[in-house]
Each structure stands twice: as C-alpha cells, then as structure tokens.
C-alpha cells in the first residue's frame, strides 16, 4: 500500500474558527487544526492539504481537481451541508471517500442544522467532537487502510 493522500475540505466561516461563535466552536484556530492533522497525517504516514473556501465553486472546483489524485477526502461542508446539492453532486461525481465532519453536535442545535444534503454520499460522518472530530475523521481513515491492508 502506498502512501494515502487526504484533501481536508473546510467550508465556510472555518477561516473565523477560534474567534466564531468559540461557545460553540472552541477556541482553536483553523491553523492549529491543520498544523496537528499534518502532524498526525506525517506521523501515519499520509500526504495531507487542505483548502478552507468560503466558495461553492471553489469547494466543488477542488473536489473535482482531486479526482485521482487523493484517496480521501475530509469535508467539513459548514452551511452548505444543508443545501448544497452541488458539493453533494460533486462528491457523488467524483467518487473519493469522504468522511464528513462537525465541530457541534448538529442535531442538538436548530432543526435546521439536523438535516445533510452531502451525507448520504459519504462514507460516514463525525459531530460533536469539536476538533476532534477532524482528528477522529484522519483516524478512521488510518484504521480503514490498515483493515483493507
């Protein structure tokens, strides 16, 4: 098995992380997320980038872009996880794992929020954990290579 190439995928207002909302969100800056991630990712030995846009297109330009060039993708669609049925197109075109991430729990919040257009296209999700949750998302990744090793 070679080595296996993440794209963490950040939707919008994540660039505010830390200073957002920290009530709900937490304290921690979008560049600490990132910075510990690639830490964990170089120790497991996997090629991570990430890209944070506060753009559809540019979200779905990137998720096209990484078609046969990463194995999996972390998203964290933010707002555009309940309607944006053109990431959601886009991640059912281009057929890359995705595991899907929260930082709250969104389906303790407003009946809005409890609703994903991108889940059913994913390969699972993870909420609640604060920035734990991307951590817990390069995690599964880690163990569902290592089972189909």
Not at 43 to 55: A, D, I, K, V, Y
């Amino acid at each position: 098995m070679g080595v296996v190439r993440v794209l963490v995928l950040h939707g919008p207002n994540l660039n505010l992380l830390g200073t957002r909302e920290p009530d709900v969100y937490g304290r921690t800056t979008l560049a600490e997320v990132n910075e510990r991630l690639q830490e964990l990712a170089q120790q497991w030995g996997m090629e991570l980038t990430h890209l944070q846009s506060n753009h559809e297109g540019q979200m779905i330009d990137a998720l096209h872009e990484a078609r046969g060039t990463v194995d999996w993708v972390i998203l964290n669609p933010a707002a555009f996880t309940h309607y944006s049925y053109a990431i959601r197109d886009a991640l059912a075109a281009v057929e890359i794992p995705t595991i899907e991430v929260h930082l709250s729990n969104v389906h303790q919040r407003e009946e809005f929020r409890t609703h994903s257009v991108t889940a059913p296209v994913c390969v699972g999700q993870i909420t609640g954990f604060g920035v734990e949750s991307y951590v817990l998302a390069l995690e599964a990744i880690r163990l569902r290579m290592a089972l189909e090793a």
